[in-house]
């Protein structure tokens, strides 16, 4: 059997229709370009309102494709509501995708700019749907906040992270992780652009509704070189090059809640 879907040249991207057909069937899959003069400023956009205590982290993982912070979602702690959203969203884990250089390494790209990385705090409808899985299949069940990384000076708040990748160099090692606030990984500015996507990993499921913060935070270079320490599949297989290119906008709209 093949090794599953990656992002290599034989499993990359653009094979994974293969197996996913809906990675070129779909009507709203991601990431996609954000254009912002192709955006529409809605006034009935909430404020994002996120309720998050440090308690709930649980570990820290390389899932092989990224690395993962996995929470307890067991119960309302890590809740997301307002935005587009129409109910509470938990926050499950958190990812990251990155380039193998500063210039680009992001999923979605702003104005035709590619960031160094990309954080997805992913989270799902615990107001109507039982459990992830089944909120993964519905087409409100999720919602991501993706947040762009700018190489700059230093984030002291992925340091702690950062520092614990060595023990999890390898494909599906694992280390407890417990408090840490993911807040701490966001923004002053929590402007966003929200658009209706998908996961941007298979099984491509369309099911996320998208809100990308348009104020990037920063990390060194050093922090930014820490990321590709970790390995895909081995040795001579670092982790990085993580992310899926833009796709199609078919017939979507893209929102913003600032003028
Ligand atoms: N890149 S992604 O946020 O679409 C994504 C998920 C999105 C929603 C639900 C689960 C997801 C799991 C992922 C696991 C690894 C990488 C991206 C993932
Ligand atoms: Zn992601």
Same mark, same amino acid.
């Given at each position: 059997?093949?090794?599953?879907?990656?992002?290599? !040249?034989?499993?990359?991207?653009?094979?994974?229709?293969? $197996?996913?057909?809906?990675?070129?069937?779909?009507?709203?899959?991601?990431?996609?370009?954000?254009?912002?003069?192709?955006?529409?400023?809605?006034?009935?956009?909430?404020?994002?309102?996120?309720?998050?205590?440090?308690?709930?982290?649980?570990?820290?993982?390389?899932?092989?494709?990224?690395? $993962?912070?996995?929470?307890?979602?067991?119960?309302?702690?890590?809740?997301?509501?307002?935005?587009?959203?129409?109910?509470?969203?938990?926050?499950?884990?958190?990812?990251?995708?990155?380039?193998?250089?500063?210039?680009?390494? !992001?999923?979605?790209?702003?104005?035709?700019?590619?960031?160094?990385?990309?954080?997805?705090?992913?989270?799902?409808?615990?107001?109507?749907?039982?459990?992830?899985?089944?909120?993964?299949?519905?087409?409100?069940?999720?919602?991501?906040?993706?947040?762009?990384?700018?190489?700059?000076?230093?984030?002291?708040?992925?340091?702690? %992270?950062?520092? !614990?990748?060595?023990?999890?160099?390898?494909?599906?090692?694992?280390?407890?992780?417990?408090?840490?606030?993911?807040?701490?990984?966001?923004?002053?500015?929590?402007?966003?652009?929200?658009?209706?996507?998908?996961?941007?990993?298979?099984?491509?499921?369309?099911?996320?509704?998208?809100?990308?913060?348009?104020?990037?935070?920063?990390? !060194?270079?050093? $922090? %930014?070189?820490?990321?590709?320490?970790?390995?895909?599949?081995?040795?001579?297989?670092? %982790?990085?090059?993580?992310?899926?290119?833009?796709?199609?906008?078919?017939?979507?709209?893209?929102?913003?809640?600032?003028?």
């Amino acid at each position: 059997a093949g090794c599953g879907w990656g992002y290599g !040249s034989k499993n990359g991207p653009s094979h994974w229709h293969e $197996q996913f057909p809906i990675a070129k069937e779909g009507s709203r899959q991601s990431p996609i370009e954000l254009k912002n003069a192709e955006t529409k400023y809605d006034s009935s956009l909430k404020p994002l309102t996120l309720s998050y205590d440090a308690s709930s982290a649980k570990s820290l993982t390389n899932t092989g494709s990224s690395v $993962q912070v996995d929470y307890e979602d067991g119960t309302d702690r890590l809740v997301l509501t307002g935005g587009p959203l129409c109910g509470k969203y938990r926050l499950r884990q958190f990812h990251f995708h990155w380039g193998a250089c500063d210039d680009h390494g !992001s999923e979605h790209i702003l104005d035709g700019t590619s960031y160094s990385a990309e954080l997805h705090l992913v989270h799902w409808n615990a107001e109507k749907y039982c459990d992830f899985a089944e909120a993964a299949k519905a087409p409100d069940g999720l919602a991501v906040i993706g947040v762009f990384l700018k190489v700059c000076n230093e984030n002291p708040a992925l340091q702690k %992270m950062l520092s !614990s990748l060595d023990c999890i160099k390898k494909k599906g090692s694992k280390v407890e992780f417990t408090d840490f606030a993911p807040c701490a990984l966001l923004p002053p500015c929590l402007n966003y652009y929200t658009y209706l996507g998908s996961l941007t990993t298979p099984p491509l499921f369309e099911s996320v509704i998208w809100i990308v913060l348009k104020e990037p935070i920063t990390l !060194s270079s050093e $922090q %930014m070189t820490k990321f590709r320490t970790l390995e895909f599949t081995g040795p001579d297989d670092p %982790m990085q090059d993580n992310y899926r290119p833009p796709q199609p906008l078919k017939c979507r709209e893209i929102r913003k809640n600032f003028q």
